[in-house]
């Protein structure tokens, strides 16, 4: 057939109608899905908002599709949900969020705003204002997306797609023969469940970024702009199983969660979740039950001598791991204790670490942690050298089972000459500092810096006394001495190598507050006291409030409290000038009015006093604590001499 024009335009026009009949006119007439419970008819006003959606361009960077591949947009689309839309407009490219389930998840003001300025809600947004649309366009688009997907408001976790939906922990439930008699049941039942498998996992690919402690702060952890999961919080306490294997399996997009389907077996996943779910997000109080060293550990005795040197090595993988446990006076009180079951031990119980408990002891327990325990397996990550190191640390300075080496010349304290010339630069806060010594120093050099805080009193050699910091000649009473001390500890003590765990803008926090404090005096007058006055955020406490919530307030509980972590600056009865105040160039405290109101008195613990030696509790005390302690302060009562006694 010659090719004349109009052959090309008939030609043109059948191909155009037979394309046309094929991807429009037949799915058309066959495409009949089953309607699902999204789909709903449209009121006339979301009508008109989808109109205006799709009119005014939103489809162009909002989707209303979420495919397979997909994850964090919501379930799977079916074609059912669209059997109301003609004709169907789904979007073509994900440049804003999908908005497939965004219905319920915002309210129709919050759309409405953020349509009119979407920077005020998302600051880097590229999306433009539709100001220009009149108040009952903007509503009508609002009441369509309000309408949109599930509409289910409840916050929750994506769910997992359909390859992850409804799996579940193949040895979830392992039903052994529980050992009778006295036999030691701890490692048999731990190790039969597999979690000394999953344990050993976790501490070589999780433990950096969740921590030891599952709470996600771990030593990398904080490296990154999306912290790390807690996993002793919700949603994870109660997230299902197949929700944890798709998370562990698949990664999380936008975080550095890796993809451990790519280098662990699908068994060795469950081993991790297991542990996980085991020790952090669903922990029961268990008994260790471990009995005493087996196999290798036998018998073994530490092949390296005790000396300064072993010592320091061992301080310095302490206090990076194990302090946030276990405290860094070894008492069992670390940060991250919370949640864990059984708690950290106290290393000063001579009961339990006493003479009886061997090299073998200390080692086999760092070696390969506890069963039914979050003590970390150490020889994943440490050699034996680091591990022995850390055994005579912990059995010379808390335990107190070996013999420190003896102090002579050598081992005086002497810091890298870089530190020589440093000063406090300008960007350290008095008051962070404050806060930095009441939740890492007072323990045990007291809240007045005397020495005598509530852990330390047990410790060989005494927690220093800060107040004679100031008699110090020559180099070591130049800023820089300060911070070095602070960066490497103390040899042969407690003194913890703070440069191991804090960051050296804090480490020069804690210099300017010991500068302000101990050394140089310059510490403020506290504000006077003017009864009626208070802040906002403490004008409506009520202690029949806090009661009547199911609390429980006790007098003699605070006045333990108050012996504890008052009396040595406010003296035993608030009459001012405490024993622990004595030769602090930062001057004493006075006495304390008669009249105080419990509000006043709450919110002085609770926040302290700015610029001046009074810390903010809150950060190491329980509002319960601090309400006992206002009890007590409250009964007082002021005597002849007017001393409140």
Not at 362 to 383: N, T
Not at 615 to 636: M, N, R, V
Request: proline fraction near 8%; glycine fraction near 10%; aromatic fraction near 12%.
């Amino acid at each position: 057939m010659k090719m004349t024009l109009l052959v090309v335009v008939l030609g043109g026009v059948i191909v155009y109608l037979a394309v046309a009949t094929v991807a429009v006119f037949v799915p058309s007439l066959l495409w009949k899905p089953d309607q699902t419970t999204i789909a709903h008819d449209y009121t006339e006003q979301q009508a008109q908002g989808r109109k205006l959606f799709y009119s005014n361009g939103c489809n162009y960077c909002h989707t209303q599709y979420v495919r397979e591949e997909d994850t964090a947009m919501g379930p799977v689309s079916d074609g059912g949900s669209y059997v109301f839309d003609d004709p169907v407009i789904l979007g073509s490219e994900r440049t804003g969020p999908d908005l497939s389930y965004v219905g319920r998840k915002r309210s129709a003001a919050w759309e409405v705003e953020h349509l009119k300025d979407p920077r005020t809600y998302s600051p880097l947004s590229i999306m433009p204002s539709f100001a220009f649309l009149s108040a009952s366009q903007l509503e009508a688009i609002a009441a369509y997306l309000f309408a949109l997907g599930d509409r289910v408001a409840q916050e929750r976790m994506i769910p997992p797609p359909r390859s992850y939906a409804g799996m579940e922990d193949p040895d979830g439930q392992v039903i052994i023969t529980v050992p009778t008699g006295d036999q030691p049941k701890g490692w048999k039942t731990w190790q039969s469940a597999g979690l000394q498998e999953g344990k050993e996992l976790y501490i070589e690919r999780c433990l950096t970024c969740h921590g030891c402690a599952g709470n996600g702060l771990g030593s990398y952890g904080g490296t990154m702009a999306v912290t790390p999961a807690d996993l002793k919080q919700e949603p994870f306490r109660s997230m299902p199983e197949d929700q944890w294997f798709w998370h562990v399996s698949e990664g999380l997009p936008g975080t550095l969660m890796p993809t451990w389907k790519t280098s662990l077996s699908e068994e060795e996943r469950w081993k991790v979740i297991r542990y996980a779910r085991q020790i952090f997000s669903r922990p029961v109080m268990r008994d260790p039950d471990e009995g005493d060293p087996g196999g290798e550990y036998e018998g073994v005795n530490n092949p390296l001598p005790l000396t300064p040197e072993a010592l320091d090595a061992g301080k310095k993988v302490y206090i990076r791991e194990c302090l946030v446990c276990h405290g860094d006076s070894g008492r069992g009180t670390g940060p991250y204790r919370e949640g864990l079951q059984p708690s950290p031990p106290d290393f000063s119980d001579k009961s339990k670490y006493g003479k009886d408990y061997t090299d073998a002891d200390y080692y086999w327990r760092v070696s390969e942690g506890l069963p039914w325990s979050a003590m970390p397996a150490w020889k994943v990550q440490y050699s034996e050298e680091v591990r022995w190191q850390l055994v005579h640390y912990v059995r010379a300075i808390f335990t107190q089972t070996e013999k420190a080496p003896p102090k002579n010349e050598a081992d005086s304290f002497e810091f890298p000459e870089v530190y020589a010339s440093l000063a406090v630069p300008e960007s350290a806060d008095y008051n962070r500092g404050k806060r930095l010594f009441l939740q890492n120093c007072a323990h045990c050099h007291g809240p007045a810096g005397d020495g005598k805080g509530w852990e330390g009193d047990y410790l060989n050699p005494q927690p220093a006394d800060l107040r004679k910091l100031a008699g110090k000649p020559g180099q070591d009473q130049k800023p820089g001495a300060y911070l070095a001390r602070l960066t490497f500890g103390i040899r042969n003590t407690a003194m913890p190598s703070w440069g191991e765990f804090l960051i050296e803008g804090q480490r020069w926090d804690a210099v300017k507050f010991l500068l302000g404090t101990f050394i140089e005096g310059t510490a403020a007058e506290p504000t006077p006291y003017r009864k009626g006055e208070l802040a906002a955020a403490f004008a409506t406490l009520s202690k029949d409030n806090w009661i009547g919530e199911g609390h429980v307030i006790s007098e003699s509980h605070g006045a333990e409290l108050y012996a504890s972590y008052c009396a040595a600056c406010h003296g035993d009865h608030g009459q001012g000038q405490g024993p622990g105040t004595a030769g602090n160039p930062a001057g004493g405290t006075r006495e304390m009015p008669p009249d105080m109101d419990e509000a006043y008195i709450l919110w002085r613990i609770w926040e302290g006093v700015p610029e001046t030696v009074m810390p903010p509790f809150q950060w190491l005390l329980s509002e319960g604590d601090i309400w006992d302690i206002t009890a007590h302060l409250e009964s007082f009562s002021p005597s002849e001499e007017g001393v409140k006694q």
